[in-house]
C-alpha cells in the first residue's frame, strides 16, 4: 500500500489556484497543456511570480514533476547559477517594458545547462489588470551548441589560413632569395605549392579531423612515384596512424622537400636508387614517440652540402617546431637519413 503523501500549505494553496486558473481560461488552458512549445502561468499578484500551471512540454524541458514546480518563484530554475543580467531581462519583461524575446541559460533539475528563448505576455482580467503572466520556452540548446561550433571552425580557419600564408610566403621569399632565374623561381613556387595543395585536399576529403600518415606520405609523393614510374623505388612499412592537420601540413611539406632533393642529387637521380620510409612507436620518459625515419640508398655517393638550402631548413628548424619534436637530418656517403621524433598524437588510432 502507498504511502500517505503529505501536502504543504503553499502546495494546496498553489492547487487550488491551477484548478480555478483551469476553470477561469477553459479551452486555452487545455490548449497550453497539449502543445509541444514548453509554458507556464505564474501569479501577478505576488511579487516573486509564483507558478500556477505548467504544462507537460515544460516538465520533459526541465526535468522537474509538477509537484517540485507549482507555487515556486518564476526563476527557481536559476537558483545554482544567478544570472544578474538575465534576472534584470526577465524582470523587464514582466515589467512589460520588452516588447521582443529574452535568451536565458537554465539549469534542469539534473544540473544540466540549456537555453531558451523566453517570451513573457500579460494576462488580464475584465478591468484590465495585469493578474497572470504567461511565459512561453523554446529550447535553443541545440541552436546555440551550433553557433559555438561555427564559431570554433572560423576561429581554426582563421588560423589555418594565416600560417598557410605564413608557409606561403616563406615559400616565395626564399624561391626569389635562391635564384634570378625566372623559371626557376616560377618551378621552386609552384611544386611547393602544389605538395601544400595536396595536404590540403586530404584533409579536406576527412573533414579537416586529421589524416592517416601513410595516406598523407603517399598523397606527398605521388608526383614522384606512380606519375614518373618510379613506385618500386618506394619502400613504405607502418601502420596508417592518425596525425593532426597541423602535423599532417608539416609532414607534407617535409616530405615533399625529401623527395625534391633526392631527384635533384639522391636515390631518384639515378634508376637503382630507393626510398626506405618506415615508423614506429617507441616509449620515452616524456611519454611514447613517433619516430618516423627517411632513408636514401643506392643513389650516388653522398655529399654534405656546403650551406642550408630552403629545403633543409623547413626540415631541421620548421618541421622540428611545428612538430614539437627533433629532426635529425643525416648525409651518410650511402645515402640521406633523415629521422624525426615527436609526440605521439593523443587522437592516434590505426586506420
Known amino acids: 500500500m502507498p504511502e500517505p503523501i503529505f501536502k504543504s500549505e503553499s502546495q494546496k494553496v498553489a492547487e487550488a489556484d491551477v484548478e480555478s486558473f483551469r476553470q477561469d481560461l477553459g479551452p486555452f488552458v ?118 559555438a561550433r561555427s564559431r570554433m571552425l572560423i576561429d581554426e580557419l582563421n588560423h589555418r589560413v594565416k600560417n598557410t600564408l605564413a608557409t606561403v610566403q616563406s615559400i616565395v621569399w626564399q624561391a626569389l632569395r635562391n635564384t634570378f632565374d625566372p623559371e626557376a623561381i616560377k618551378e621552386s613556387i609552384e611544386s611547393r605549392l602544389f605538395a601544400l595543395s595536396r595536404s590540403h585536399d586530404l584533409l579536406t576529403r576527412e573533414n579537416w579531423e586529421g589524416a592517416g600518415l601513410l595516406d598523407l606520405i603517399k598523397a606527398a609523393l605521388e608526383p614522384f612515384g606512380v606519375a614518373n614510374g618510379r613506385s618500386e ?81 623547413v626540415i631541421e628548424r620548421g618541421l622540428a617546431h611545428e612538430l614539437e619534436g627533433a629532426v635529425d637530418l643525416d648525409y651518410p656517403a650511402g645515402g640521406v637519413v633523415c629521422t624525426i621524433s615527436f609526440p605521439v598524437p593523443k587522437s592516434g588510432r590505426d586506420e
Open 30 to 147: 487545455v490548449a497550453a497543456e497539449t502543445t509541444r512549445m514548453a509554458m507556464v502561468f505564474t501569479d501577478a499578484k505576488e511579487p516573486a511570480n509564483p507558478i500556477i500551471f505548467v504544462n507537460d512540454a515544460f516538465l520533459e524541458l526541465t526535468g522537474y514533476s509538477r509537484e517540485e514546480v507549482l507555487a515556486q518563484s518564476f526563476n527557481f530554475l536559476m537558483a545554482r547559477g544567478t544570472d544578474s543580467d538575465a534576472l534584470a531581462r526577465i524582470e523587464t519583461a514582466f515589467a512589460g517594458n520588452t516588447t521582443g524575446g529574452s535568451e536565458i541559460c537554465y539549469r534542469r533539475k539534473d544540473g544540466s545547462e540549456f537555453w531558451s528563448a523566453l517570451l513573457i505576455s500579460p494576462v488580464r482580467d475584465e478591468s484590465g489588470n495585469v493578474v497572470q503572466h504567461f511565459a512561453s520556452f523554446v529550447d535553443l540548446t541545440d541552436h546555440k551548441q551550433e553557433q
Open 233 to 313: 623505388h618506394f619502400v613504405i612499412t607502418g601502420s596508417n596512424i592518425r596525425v593532426s592537420p597541423k602535423v599532417a601540413l608539416a609532414l607534407g611539406i617535409a616530405f615533399h622537400e625529401l623527395a625534391t632533393n633526392a631527384v635533384k642529387y639522391g636515390a631518384f637521380s639515378n634508376k637503382a636508387g630507393s626510398v626506405l620510409i618506415s615508423w614506429t612507436i617507441e616509449p620515452s620518459p616524456e611519454g611514447s614517440r613517433l619516430i618516423l625515419r627517411w632513408q636514401e640508398k643506392d643513389g650516388p655517393p653522398v655529399v654534405p652540402p656546403s650551406r642550408k638550402g630552403f629545403g633543409s631548413r
